[in-house]
């Protein structure tokens, strides 16, 4: 009898409950992932990639930061190496990944998209495994949309500048041949960045501009945002997303904001007080914009970005360097959604934490802020980063559980730029199944089949369907 793969079809599944869970609940569903970083010029173009350095290692500084712990030259991570010798040291450092979700990642894109389950990725590997899978990628099988089609994707969410044209969304839109919805997602993180007035103002040409209008002082500048928000609405925009390390919650007059803007503008730096103004003012203007455009509105806090000063001066940001913040978060972030409510302005809301010790906190706050008739309107998102692995899933399940309603959950992302990593919605749904076998099997959840697998499929799908207005239907009536 030849041994069971690595991955196998009852892969995280450690029962008969929880394997049959996942075999007929989940298994099969459709994904909808409404947060990624996934390029929709690759999407319009239906890239086809050269190698497997290119889809699987370019830009994913999970990766990278992997080998550089392992002892890696940089050279190898992001330099100047050929893709072979890139591949080749990635396929080293995996078999040192053992009990890092990376592994587990790794092995499950091998046996979805390149049918290889019958040996793991290591140094004596490798060589067959680059040429096996560099023969499939020069297929039409493994092109950015046949990627989309075979996990089953729904609908896609891009995040997106404000600056940004759009043109890709539009034409995925118009081709009636690509049943992927693929929507961008507002991401106006740069028009709070004041720190740089010369990097601001440079920004703020740019968004005169795409909007088409004179930005003169904050007036003028405020409706060029408008505008272009109604522009990302006119394409389907339904999210938007802000990634800070806190919310900046400070108090702020018209006339601050006013000065400080012609302040800037002029290429005068703020102080540390204004730019806590402007940026708190900014988020409240763009809470109210998604409030009256009814969306929903995403907060990823707690990354300290870039802590490490000579590799952002080499290799630029997002390169695998950032880190958990272990900073006060929820007491600004109450102060601003306080502040939202109040006006009845606070739209439906997304919470990330980045760092573990937040969960818990995160979901009470969201709860404070819940109210009919929308269900979930208020609620934390799934683990994000450092915390998608099977072990702060399973904790994020359980404090949700305990503190909330798992039933009301919207289920996973995939947070990531490669088309490869849909494969975490399965990882999720494995988990969440096994989570609810273990509980099924020591009689703390009654044993109803069809109601957990209701549970599974509105956590999975239906939830995420219902409460962002992208137009899915559930699969519940």
């Known amino acids: 009898m030849s041994p069971t793969p690595f991955i196998h079809d009852d892969f995280l599944l450690d029962s008969d409950s929880a394997r049959s869970l996942f075999h007929i609940g989940a298994a099969d569903l459709p994904i909808i992932d409404f947060h990624t970083h996934l390029s929709p010029e690759h999407i319009v173009n239906d890239h086809r990639f050269g190698s497997m350095t290119e889809i699987w290692l370019e830009g ?23 893709d072979w010798e890139k591949f080749e040291a990635w396929a080293a450092t995996v078999p040192r990944l053992l009990r890092n979700p990376l ?36 297929t039409p099988e493994l092109s ?46 740069r028009a709070m960045a004041v720190e740089d007035a010369g990097a601001f103002n440079a920004y703020l040409d740019q ?16 409706e060029a945002l ?26 702020f007059t018209a006339g601050e904001l006013e000065g400080g803007f012609a302040q800037i503008r002029c290429g005068k730096p703020l102080s ?39 590799m952002l001066e080499s290799l630029g940001p997002d390169t ?56 979930g309107k208020m609620q934390v998102g799934p683990p994000w980063w450092f915390l998608d692995q099977r072990d702060g899933i399973e904790r994020s399940l359980e404090q949700l559980s305990q503190l909330s309603l798992l039933s009301r959950f919207v289920g996973m992302v995939t947070d990531s730029r490669s088309f490869l990593s849909a494969t975490r919605h399965e990882y999720f749904r ?22 957990l697998k209701a549970l599974v499929t509105d956590i999975c799908h239906d939830n995420a369907a219902r409460c962002f207005d992208f137009g899915l239907d559930p699969i519940q009536r």
């Open 430 to 451: 494995r988990v969440l199944c096994n989570v609810l076998g273990r509980d099924l099997d020591r009689g703390l959840i009654p044993d109803d089949t069809e109601a």
């Open 144 to 189: 950015c949309r046949t990627i989309l089609k075979c996990m089953r994707v729904e609908l896609v969410c891009t995040t997106d500048d404000p600056i940004d044209t759009l043109e890709h969304h539009r034409a995925i839109a118009a081709d009636t041949s690509f049943e992927v919805r693929v929507l961008p997602t507002w991401r106006p993180d």
């Open 207 to 222: 968004l005169s501009s795409a909007a088409d209008i004179d930005i003169r002082d904050f007036a003028s500048f405020l």
């Open 103 to 138: 592994h587990h990642w790794a092995h499950l894109e091998l046996a979805r998209f390149f049918g290889i389950t019958d040996r793991l990725l290591g140094p004596d590997t490798a060589r067959a495994i680059w040429d096996e899978c560099n023969a499939k990628l020069a």
């Open 320 to 375: 695998g360097f950032d880190t958990m913040g272990d900073v006060e978060v929820v007491r600004p972030l109450a102060l601003f959604l306080d502040r939202l409510d109040r006006a009845e302005k606070l739209a439906p809301t997304i919470l990330y934490n980045h760092n573990p010790k937040d969960t818990p906190t995160f979901i009470t706050l969201a709860g404070s802020f819940n109210e009919g008739p929308q269900p």
């Open 60 to 82: 994913d500084h999970y990766k990278t930061r992997a080998m550089r712990a392992s002892g890696l030259d940089e050279r190898l991570c992001t330099g100047d190496a050929s």
């Open 272 to 310: 540390p007080k204004q730019i806590l103004q402007f940026q708190s003012a900014m988020l409240w203007e763009f809470g109210v914009m998604n409030f009256e455009a009814g969306w929903t509105q995403q907060f990823h806090i707690g990354a300290v970005r870039s802590p490490r000063t000579r």
């Open 226 to 251: 408008r505008r272009r928000h109604a522009h990302f609405h006119a394409a389907g925009c339904r999210l938007s997303d802000h990634g800070l390390t806190v919310v900046p919650a400070e108090k």
